[in-house]
């Protein structure tokens, strides 16, 4: 069975860059696409962007001056850096995999903080 | 992008069918079959109910079925349960090879 897990600070100050990274057990990071997705307190859901093991990306359009995520194959693991980050970013962030075009394994979710 | 259009809330009593709309353009819903539904309990992990329009993945009850007409999703739960009580996402690939979620249907079994 895969599980991911978030792990990462849970408060960031303002300004400063977010780093999130998501570990894979259970299977093989290799083979398929993987995403970051984030919801803030009382809101929807956020696509962040998807990389795919071999390292290509997409990024939402509204962060893509902002994001970055790589993968690290050797740790089974990917990652998510969110530069310049304001109150706005705060939010429970999940990591995922793509089955096909659905999101079929999440983490349990990381509440990431800005505050100063 | 914008954020595909679904309604605020729907309700329905034990037993009852209902259906959520995903309403996008054609560069998302209507441009492609990648439309997949998610099942939201606060506090858990989103679940995956529907992918590629109308797959259900291993394990997801067949009282959940997907379709597409146009540019608008449809999710439609029949025999509504009391723990069908949720939040419901859709998603859609687009044209510039991203994705992009709905607003968020509130369903309540009444």
């Known amino acids: 069975q895969v599980q991911l897990q978030e792990s990462g600070p849970g408060l960031v100050k303002p300004s400063e860059t977010l780093y999130l990274t998501c570990t894979v057990s259970?299977?093989?990071?290799?083979?398929?696409?993987w995403s970051w997705i984030r919801q803030p307190p009382g809101k929807g859901l956020e696509w962040i962007g998807y990389?795919?093991?071999?390292?290509?990306?997409s990024y939402n359009p509204s962060l893509k001056s902002r994001v970055t995520i790589s993968v690290d194959t050797s740790k089974n693991q990917f990652s998510l850096k969110l530069s310049s980050v304001t109150a706005e970013d705060t939010a429970v962030y999940y990591c995922?995999?793509?089955?096909?075009?659905?999101?079929?394994?999440w983490g349990q979710g990381t509440l990431v903080t800005v505050s100063s | 992008q914008s954020a595909l259009t679904q309604p605020a809330s729907v309700s329905g009593s034990p037993g009852q069918s209902i259906t959520i709309s995903c309403t996008g353009t054609?560069?998302?819903?209507?441009?492609?079959?990648?439309v997949s539904w998610y099942q939201h309990h606060p506090g858990k992990a989103p679940k995956l109910m529907i992918y590629?329009?109308?797959n259900r993945p291993s394990g997801v009850s067949n009282r959940f079925s997907g379709s597409k007409s146009g540019n608008t999703a449809s999710l439609t739960i029949s025999g509504l349960q009391a723990e069908d009580e949720a939040d419901y996402y859709c998603?859609?690939?687009?044209?510039?090879?991203?994705?992009?979620f709905g607003t968020g249907t509130k369903v309540t079994v009444l």
């Open positions: 590629d329009v109308s």
């Open positions: 259970g299977g093989s990071i290799s083979g398929y696409y």
């Open positions: 998603s859609s690939y687009t044209s510039t090879s991203t994705y992009v």
């Open positions: 995922s995999r793509y089955h096909s075009t659905g999101l079929d394994y």
């Open positions: 990389i795919y093991y071999s390292g290509s990306t």
């Open positions: 054609s560069r998302d819903v209507g441009g492609y079959n990648y």
